[in-house]
C-alpha cells in the first residue's frame, strides 16, 4: 500500500530484533494496559506488523475478536503463523491492507496503530477511513514514542510524535483528541460520537 511503510521477506524476519530492545517491550507494556482498561468485542490493529500487540492484548481480552492489517504480506503472513502458535488463530486474523483500504462494510469498537502512524502520507485522510469504520462511540487510538530527552530518541527523530502534532491532525479533521503521555510514550484518542 503506497505512502505506509512496508517490509520486505528479509526485514520481516529480523524485525523481532526490535523486540529485544528494553525501550520497545516498555511500550508494548503501556499499550496493553491502556487497551484492557477498555470494554469492546471487536478490534483492528493497523500497521500490525507481526502481530506481537494483537497477541498480546488476546491474551488479556479472550472474548473479543481482534483483526490486524499490514501492508506488507510478509509480515501477515508471520502473524498469522503468530496466532496459530499462540493458540488463538480462531479469534485473531491477520490481512493485508492499511489505513486507506479498510472495508466500509466492516465496523470496529477500538481500532488502533502502534509504532505506524508516524509512517502515514495521508493521516487527515486515514483518520476520515478509521473514524468512518467505528461503530457508535468507537474509539480510534495512536500510539507512538515521543521525545523525552532520552539519550535513544537521538537516533530516532523521524519516528517521533508530540502532543503539538496529535492536537494539530485533530483540529485539522475536527476530532479533539485525548492525550496520555506517560514515560516518553504517547497515546491520542479520537473518539466517534453516539
Same mark, same amino acid.
Do not use: C, F, V
Given at each position: 500500500m503506497e505512502g505506509e511503510e512496508k517490509f520486505g521477506f528479509l526485514s520481516s524476519l529480523f524485525y523481532p530484533i526490535v523486540n529485544i530492545i528494553p525501550t520497545t517491550r516498555k511500550f508494548y507494556k503501556f499499550v496493553v494496559s491502556e487497551i484492557e482498561k477498555r470494554d469492546f468485542d471487536t478490534l483492528?490493529? $493497523? *500497521?500490525s506488523g507481526r502481530g506481537t500487540v494483537l497477541i498480546? $492484548? *488476546?491474551?488479556?481480552?479472550?472474548n473479543s475478536r481482534l483483526f490486524g492489517v499490514d501492508p506488507s504480506p510478509s509480515m501477515v503472513n508471520l502473524a498469522n503463523r503468530a496466532a496459530v502458535k499462540a493458540g488463538a488463530s480462531d479469534r485473531i486474523k491477520f490481512l493485508p491492507g492499511s489505513s486507506r483500504s479498510l472495508d466500509p462494510k466492516e465496523k470496529y469498537d477500538i481500532i488502533i496503530s502502534t509504532l505506524s502512524f508516524h509512517h502515514w502520507?495521508?493521516?487527515?485522510?486515514?483518520?476520515?477511513n478509521?473514524?468512518?469504520?467505528?461503530?457508535p462511540a468507537g474509539e480510534f487510538i495512536i500510539f507512538e514514542i515521543t521525545n523525552n530527552g532520552a539519550f535513544n530518541r537521538r537516533f530516532v527523530r523521524s519516528h517521533l510524535m508530540s502532543r503539538a502534532e496529535f492536537s494539530s491532525i485533530g483540529s485539522r479533521v475536527g476530532y479533539i483528541p485525548a492525550i496520555n503521555e506517560q514515560c516518553g510514550f504517547i497515546s491520542a484518542s479520537f473518539r466517534k460520537e453516539d
Open positions: 483492528l490493529d $493497523i *500497521g498480546r $492484548i *488476546g491474551e488479556i481480552k479472550k502520507k495521508n493521516r487527515e485522510q486515514s483518520i476520515e478509521i473514524m468512518n469504520a467505528l461503530r
